[in-house]
């Protein structure tokens, strides 16, 4: 069966301390990870997406990474502003269109 | 409108009452997918079509749950007899791209309470 298991459940920051958020799979066969940033009320909204090991995509302070079993996030001096909960998702060849979301990280940025 | 828009945004039922959920995507949006989530719990995929196709609905988890997009733009979700168990979430994505992609532009959800 295809799981996304994301750690930790919830995490707190200070502002400007550095971490990093897990994203482990196993899938049959991955066509593509997906992270995804979402809000207290709102709905998700896209952040980065991953084809192959080594791949890294970057955006301001966040840089995600692959690896043939899991993806990080990386965060870089976080502002409260980072505050919400990460999604990580995958696609997979056998299960068409549809993506397979992990629980997610909450992420606590205090000042 | 800008983004995807969805209404109600907040509904209760009593339990066994049916239920209709609109989408309404982003304009020339091809892609248009439902997806439910729990409290606490990532979304889960309901259904996706792409303009009034539905092409895929194997995550509807039901003969309950009802998906359609006659003209290829506004969607309805349709619950009948609503459970308990049916109080989530539920989330509208587009994408501008037919077939297999993992961008999507989400809606705010409608949130559904059954009693």
């Known amino acids: 069966e295809d799981q996304v298991t994301q750690s930790p459940e919830a995490l707190r920051l200070q502002e400007g301390e550095s971490s990093s958020l897990n994203c482990s799979y196993t899938?049959?066969?991955?066509?593509?990870l997906f992270w995804y940033r979402q809000d207290p009320g709102k709905g998700p909204e896209f952040l980065f997406t991953?084809?192959?090991a080594g791949e890294e995509k970057e955006k301001e302070r966040l840089k995600a990474t692959l690896t043939k079993k899991e993806s990080f996030l990386h965060i870089t001096a976080p502002k409260p502003e980072d505050s919400a909960t990460y999604l990580c998702?995958?696609?997979?060849?056998?299960?068409?269109?549809?993506?397979?979301f992990g629980k997610g990280t909450t992420l606590s940025v205090s000042s | 409108g800008a983004g995807v828009s969805q209404s109600p945004r907040y509904k209760v039922a009593k339990r066994g009452q049916d239920v209709a959920l609109r989408c309404d995507p982003i304009?020339?949006?091809?892609?248009l997918f439902w997806y439910q989530q729990a409290l606490g719990q990532g979304p889960e995929f309901l259904t996706y079509?792409?303009?009034?196709?539905?092409?895929?609905k194997s995550g509807l988890p039901s003969d309950r749950f009802f998906a359609e997009r006659p003209e290829g733009s506004v969607s309805t979700l349709k619950i009948q007899r609503t459970q308990q168990e049916d109080s989530a979430v539920y989330l509208c994505?587009?994408?501008?791209?037919?077939?297999?992609?993992?961008?999507?532009?989400f809606g705010e959800g409608s949130r559904l309470t059954v009693l």
């Open positions: 994505a587009s994408s501008p791209i037919g077939g297999n992609t993992g961008e999507l532009f």
């Open positions: 899938v049959s066969g991955l066509r593509g």
């Open positions: 991953l084809y192959s």
């Open positions: 998702a995958v696609q997979v060849y056998q299960a068409g269109t549809a993506l397979i």
């Open positions: 304009s020339g949006h091809v892609s």
């Open positions: 079509f792409q303009n009034e196709a539905q092409l895929d």
